[in-house]
């Protein structure tokens, strides 16, 4: 396992980390408590010191989770993200939001006790709000009261959970010194990131958290067009529509770009796929989602293979597509 800094923390920290939002129990299909316990350890075991949660997978489930597991084993060095859901309302936000009104500071209080409880720990080392608009960029009072709780000693690190709706909407407060971190959708399709967003990141040493590297299993290549999702998984709705088709054609065009260029030595999608997300040195992390002992072990092995070559790295970056979830 290779390690990276995590921004201006000096943290190390592994640069596959435990995306946890299916161990929630909530949102991508049945899930055994005893399966998500035996992968977190395993991750642990072979050197992933990072682990992605939020309080809304599984209503808590995740983190209490993985409270247990690092409780049980005294995990000394493993850094945990989590963040946190504004007050109910429009997702994305409407862009008459107040700030204050989604995330008030009693409220934000309250929550970041809630995940010291559930985490089991007495400081949170990396705190997210899990939804931002541009519009909060005038008055970012919720990141204020953050930064009050990172001098208070309950908060390590803070920033923002982004949008792919509008991934540059944090560059303001990148630039104004207002977050350590910030997580972002990043993958062969999504490249907007690459425009401005990593750059400014990189400047001003924030840590970039790559999240949906693998587009929710899609890059992986083991999707067909007849791929179909249950009740309640978020991918039946992400793939909605024609959507599964045009993403499956799309990935087999990339699949048969890496089989070429590679001469048939790269056969693993996923792996080429994560490689891309950690070719920038503006990314500190990349987070798959992970659920099980075998996914663990297959996503954590691609660290240890080489970066993509500049020819590989250089025709991925064409395969980048403009779309949107929120609107198609």
């Excluded at 409270?67 to 963040?83: F, N, S």
């Excluded at 993958?187 to 929710?216: C, G, M, T, W, Y």
């Excluded at 070719?279 to 500190?284: D, K, N, R």
């Excluded at 989602?289 to 072990?297: A, H, I, L, P, T």
Aim: contains cysteine; neutral net charge; glycine residues 8%.
């Amino acid at each position: 396992m290779k390690y990276r800094t995590f921004g201006k923390t000096g943290w190390q920290i592994s640069e596959i980390g435990f995306g946890a939002w299916a161990i929630g129990g909530k949102g991508w299909g049945p899930q055994n408590d005893d399966e998500s316990t035996a992968a977190l350890t395993r991750a642990l075991d072979i050197g992933v010191t990072f682990i992605d949660t939020a309080q809304g997978y599984g209503d808590g489930h995740s983190e209490k989770l993985i409270g247990g597991v690092l409780a049980a084993r005294g995990a000394h060095g493993v850094r945990v993200l989590t963040k946190i859901p504004p007050m109910p309302g429009s997702w994305p936000a409407s862009p008459y939001d107040i700030c204050a009104d989604r995330y008030p500071e009693k409220y934000l209080r309250e929550r970041v006790e809630r995940s010291l409880r559930d985490l089991r720990t007495e400081k949170l080392d990396v705190v997210l709000l899990h939804l931002w608009s541009r519009a909060w960029n005038r008055d970012p009072s919720a990141l204020q009261v953050l930064r009050a709780l990172q001098k208070e000693g309950k908060v390590l690190a803070i920033g923002i959970s982004n949008s792919e709706l509008d991934e540059n909407a944090v560059i303001d407060p990148i630039r104004a010194g207002l977050v350590d971190a910030v997580e972002t959708v990043y993958n062969i399709f999504d490249q907007n990131p690459a425009a401005e967003l990593l750059p400014a990141a990189q400047e001003h040493k924030v840590a970039v958290v790559a999240r949906s590297p693998l587009d929710e299993g899609a890059l992986t290549g083991k999707m067909t067009a007849e791929t179909m999702f249950p009740e309640g998984d978020v991918r039946r709705n992400y793939f909605h529509g024609d959507r599964m088709k045009k993403t499956v054609d799309r990935v087999e065009a990339i699949r048969a770009e890496v089989v070429k260029l590679s001469n048939g030595k790269e056969t693993d999608l996923a792996s080429v796929s994560l490689r891309f997300a950690l070719q920038s040195p503006a990314v500190a992390v990349a987070i798959p989602g992970m659920r099980s002992v075998r996914q663990v072990e297959m996503n954590a092995a691609v660290s240890d293979q080489p970066p993509l070559s500049a020819e590989l790295y250089a025709a991925l970056k064409k395969h980048f597509w403009y779309r949107n979830f929120w609107l198609d």
